[in-house]
């Protein structure tokens, strides 16, 4: 149910100039965004899932109020990078080092498809990757040259921060503080501190590529040209919507801003800039040495897609979202109450359906769509429920799938577990606790949790 942009007003959040904003495409026949996307050399965490969920809704809110025949979503795949070099070498050491990189991309790219694919995510229009760009990164960074905004010192080529008056405008940051929080060599031939790379050289056994400008050396790429060759060559020098983690700010895509601009002679690079919150896990930030690194890989072995999904919309997209055993919980039980729902809608319902997507509108409030809603349902509404999740990217399918498969494993389970939860309850009729507890530890072994009640004690299996 397409509509128009004037019935349906979006406002979003802008990063570049830090309000909400009306959002007005630059052609509303040809609504165009692009999402920074994974590097592929190790499983995407659950924070890599925020941006991929936040802006699969934001892709359907465009598909609806434009229509899907006129947005343009394109999301990135990173396969040329120092970290997939040094994954490559530890994983496969007796393997040469290009068909090490090969299988490794290949391998977590594969990965990454199934497990968003778990989370509801629609597949983006394009999907470029940076080993298929690399002739346009070379004429983006020889441009840059010519135009005096980058130069070459060793066989690298740098931008030239300085060459651009306004550069830390989108990240709103001091020279001194950019400076602070770059985390950069400063390498002899650099002419500036906060000069970055564009191009540099490869070692024997790297990917190498013959180099632009010159340079007699093959290299590689630097990051942060991929996605502003890429963003190009899919959606134009200058379009609708960029979006990415707030972590890529300062310095992605400060350094995207800055190559196109300078490459293009343009006052934008993307109108709107989006960004989402932090993700912490159980109230600390995230990492491997606090031994709280999880992947979406490891979630969906105990959690529905659907379950994840919901967990991560009921905070707002640029708020910080503290991930928890207790919210998955609580998602799971709220999901469950949910289905089913009708999913069918009719014009007649057209009034209702305006209510809910204005909510979305609104800088993508989901919790207002949520509390929507949850009035709805207990209004007893179940095709609004249906619209409003449907609207929202769930459908009940992995969520089931997973009921189906507790409820085929407790039948299958129940000659077993009765008898022992009998044994159980007779030992702790003779205070033979202890036996008790051995029982009840098998048991949780096996997967099964007890629940002792008044009305004696129940069973169920883990997910």
Not at 114 to 138: S, W, Y
Not at 167 to 181: D, F, I, P, Q, T
Not at 207 to 218: F, N, Q, V
Request: charged residues 25%; contains cysteine; negative net charge.
């Amino acid at each position: 149910m397409a509509g128009d942009d004037q019935d349906h007003p979006i406002a979003l959040y802008n990063t570049l100039t830090r309000t909400k904003e009306p959002f007005v495409p630059l052609d509303r026949s040809n609504v165009r965004m692009y999402v920074c996307g994974p590097t592929v050399y190790d499983f995407a965490h659950i924070g890599n899932a925020r941006p991929i969920i936040v802006f699969d809704v934001l892709f359907r809110l465009l598909q609806h109020v434009y229509g899907s025949e006129h947005v343009k979503y394109a999301r990135n795949i990173t396969d040329v990078d120092d970290k997939i070099n040094t994954r490559a070498a530890e994983d496969f050491p007796a393997m040469p080092l290009n068909e090490a990189i090969m299988k490794v991309t290949s391998e977590t790219t594969k990965q990454f498809h199934a497990d968003i694919k778990a989370l509801g995510a629609k597949e983006p229009n394009r999907e470029p990757r940076a080993t298929e760009h690399i002739d346009e990164m070379k004429a983006m960074i020889e441009t840059l040259v010519e135009k005096g905004h980058a130069y070459v010192a060793e066989d690298h080529v740098l931008f030239d921060v300085p060459s651009m008056p306004d550069y830390g405008r989108l990240s709103n940051r001091s020279v001194e503080e950019m400076e602070a929080g770059a985390r950069v060599d400063v390498a002899p031939y650099k002419r500036d501190a906060m000069d970055f790379v564009l191009w540099k050289p490869s070692s024997e056994g790297q990917p190498a590529w013959d180099s632009p400008c010159g340079i007699k050396t093959a290299g590689r790429p630097g990051w942060h040209i991929e996605c502003s060759a890429m963003s190009k060559a899919h959606l134009g020098e200058v379009f609708d919507i960029h979006g990415g983690g707030i972590d890529l700010v300062f310095p992605h895509h400060e350094n995207e801003v800055a190559q196109t601009r300078c490459a293009h002679d343009s006052a934008l690079m993307a109108r709107v800039w989006m960004h989402n919150g932090f993700l912490q896990v159980e109230g600390e930030k995230m990492a491997k040495s606090l031994g709280n690194f999880v992947t979406i890989n490891e979630l969906l072995r105990d959690w529905p897609g659907e379950v994840l999904r919901w967990n991560m919309l009921r905070t707002h997209y640029r708020q910080p979202i503290d991930w928890t055993v207790k919210g998955l919980e609580e998602s799971a039980a709220t999901l469950a109450s949910l289905y089913p729902f009708e999913v069918a809608w009719s014009d007649a319902d057209e009034a209702l359906a305006d209510a809910l997507v204005a909510a979305l509108s609104d800088d993508l409030n989901t919790p207002k769509v949520f509390s929507e809603i949850h009035r709805l349902d207990r209004a007893g509404d179940d095709r609004a429920v249906g619209f409003a999740m449907d609207l929202l990217g769930f459908t009940g399918e992995t969520l089931s799938n997973q009921q189906s498969e507790i409820a085929a494993r407790k039948n299958a389970l129940t000659g077993t577990v009765e008898p022992m939860i009998d044994a159980r309850n007779a030992a702790r009729a003779t205070k033979n606790f202890a036996e008790a507890d051995r029982i009840r530890d098998e048991l949780a072994e096996k997967g099964i949790t007890l629940k002792d009640g008044p009305e004696g004690t129940t069973w169920e299996v883990s997910r």
